[in-house]
């Protein structure tokens, strides 16, 4: 393995990371019934403070954006307040951490949040149920009208404002996996014919107007993403998204943010319609910081990042079963083998 993990990385003037390994966002719903960060968020994160940048589990910034049990908020002060604690300790330990800014859109469910409408794009529902409550079955969502999304784009820019009064060193939109943001930049959850669907610009209006409200909101030095453009959970693919990804990549090209991600489980995965792995068909259209992920160890992310694949790597389910999988990859430990029964606890 070569040292490159462990080169500090400057994404920008105002943030330098220690080194090039993000613990990646990890859903955990461990948060209290009123969405808010427990002291037993606050520990583990801290233990992961040697990661050169934390993103924190997705947050969503609304109630009706819930879709699993006790995933936190950053919508009330008490969730503001809750993150302080994990910032603060984060920081503290000479960390840093970034916040996901979450709606679930179309796989939102009114039992989370005793509301009737679930917004989506278009009036295309997922088939199942959802993931830790099988009894409650996806709905068919409520297309969003034009006020609508007018206000979810400055509820995520108040959301990214009420996680900088938190603490957080900037935040990471979740654009990616099949949430709201990716169902606008897809064909299969987006049927629109206004000028938020139907072409490739309008399939990108809602997640660059987002982008750029948030970046207005907090600065672009603050300011990142994470798109998915496989579709691969919650989400048929198309061979037509493929334009949406390739005008939205020369539009992101053409901003400053922090960093891009790339949302996906196993980047070995091929897309007929991308012309190969997420990571290489981002990496050909977006040269800025890009941060590569999906079933990465140490060894296989610095050969990545040493052939210029892209320039950081986050780990995740790693990060989950060994709170010190920096300093054993550091010191080429043996690290402990990540099983889903390790959801359970948070340790
Ligand atoms: C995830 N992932 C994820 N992604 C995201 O953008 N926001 C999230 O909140 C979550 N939550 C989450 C929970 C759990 C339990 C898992 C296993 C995964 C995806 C995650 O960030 C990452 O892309 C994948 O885990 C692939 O990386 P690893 O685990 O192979 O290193």
Known sequence: MSDILFQPYRLNKALELNN??????????????????????????????????????????????????????????????????????????????????????????????????????????????????????????????LNDIQQLVQDYAQAAANAIEAGFDGVEIHGANGYLIDQFLHHDSNKRSDEYGGSPENMSRFALEVTDAIAASIGWEKTALRISPGAYFNMQGDARDRQVFDYLLNELQNRDLAYLHIGIFDDSMEFDY??????????????????????????????????????????????????????????????VTYTDDMLATLV
Not at 90 to 113: E, M, S
Not at 282 to 301: E, I, M, P
């Open 20 to 145: 090039r390994i993000l613990m990646a966002p990890l859903t955990r719903c461990m948060a209290d019934d009123n969405l808010v960060p427990t002291d037993d968020m606050v520990a583990y994160y801290a233990r992961r403070a040697d990661a050169g940048l934390i993103i924190s589990e997705a947050t969503i910034i609304r109630p009706d954006g819930q879709g699993y049990p006790n995933t936190p908020g950053l919508f009330t002060d008490a969730q503001i307040q809750g993150w302080k604690k994990v910032t603060a300790a984060v920081q503290r330990a000479g960390g840093k951490i970034f916040a996901q800014l979450w709606h679930t859109g179309r796989v939102a469910h009114p039992y989370f949040f005793g509301g009737e409408d679930v917004l989506a794009p278009s009036a295309e529902k997922v088939e199942g149920t959802v993931p830790r409550r099988r009894e409650l079955t996806y709905v068919t969502p409520k297309p969003a009208t």
């Open 274 to 335: 991308l012309g190969g792995r997420a990571s290489q068909y981002v990496r050909s259209r977006y040269h800025k910081t890009l941060v590569g992920v999906g079933g990465f160890t140490a060894d296989s992310a610095s050969q990545a990042i040493d052939a210029g694949e892209f320039d950081l790597v986050a780990i995740g389910r790693p990060f989950i079963a060994n709170p010190d999988y920096i300093s054993k990859v550091r010191n080429q430990q043996d690290l």
